[in-house]
């Protein structure tokens, strides 16, 4: 149930993921390896574009965002440094080309009018339904947080990141991320506490 994510206030970060295998893609992307691109594309895609699309709230925009950062990296290759993570270095590209896009196109009262969009289901068939509602009241409540604290969470609880590298895409200190991060996860459990009560006790 994704309430097993807002209900306690105690933050770790999450398990390393692939971090020596990226490091490889890196120095092999560096080199101009076509396969080590298509590699870290593959495994980084996917939690790219949720993050993208929580940003544009459009699929076309988010798609376009997420094309555009993975060209800026093979662009950019020779470049790369592999003392700093790629991961939080494309999430800091969208980011930022996602805040251009909206301020460029002067469409950022079109965008937050939009409703929430639905986090990926992990629950069995019989709940999906019960589940679909809980996301979506969950995402209007991670959109009234502070834009920081909604950063903070979708880095770290939805796209894996850890509080080294969401630090490097907010632009802050770990410790920042950290403090943003506690802030998010106790407002969102008072409101869990408010409207799903019956969650609270399980």
């Given amino acids: 149930m994704p309430h097993a994510h807002v209900a306690h206030e105690e933050v770790s970060d999450p398990d390393p993921d692939t971090v020596d295998l990226v490091v490889v893609w890196t120095r092999r ?21 949720r993050f993208a699309l929580s940003l544009a709230r459009d699929e076309q925009i988010a798609a376009d965002l997420v094309q555009d950062a993975f060209v800026r990296l093979w662009q950019n290759r020779e470049s ?13 590209t969208v980011r930022n080309l996602s805040l251009n896009s909206i301020r460029d196109a002067n469409t950022r009262r079109e965008l937050l009018e939009r409703g ?36 903070a969470i979708r880095l770290t609880r939805f796209e894996g990141l850890d509080h080294g590298e969401a630090a490097e ?3 802050c200190s770990p410790r920042t991320v950290n403090n943003h991060l506690v802030a998010a996860l106790r407002a969102l459990r008072d409101r869990v506490a408010q409207d799903e009560p019956e969650l609270m006790e399980r």
């Fill in 169 to 171: 895409v907010m632009g």
């Fill in 29 to 49: 992307i560096r080199a101009g390896d076509r396969s080590a691109f298509e590699s870290l594309f593959r495994a980084i895609h996917p939690g790219l574009h």
């Fill in 116 to 151: 929430p969009v639905p986090l990926p289901s992990r629950q069995d068939a019989e709940t999906r339904v019960r589940e679909n509602e809980f996301r979506t009241r969950l995402e209007g409540w991670i959109d009234a947080l502070s834009p920081r604290q909604q950063e």
């Fill in 80 to 92: 790369l440094d592999e003392a700093r993570s790629v991961k939080s270095l494309l999430f800091t």
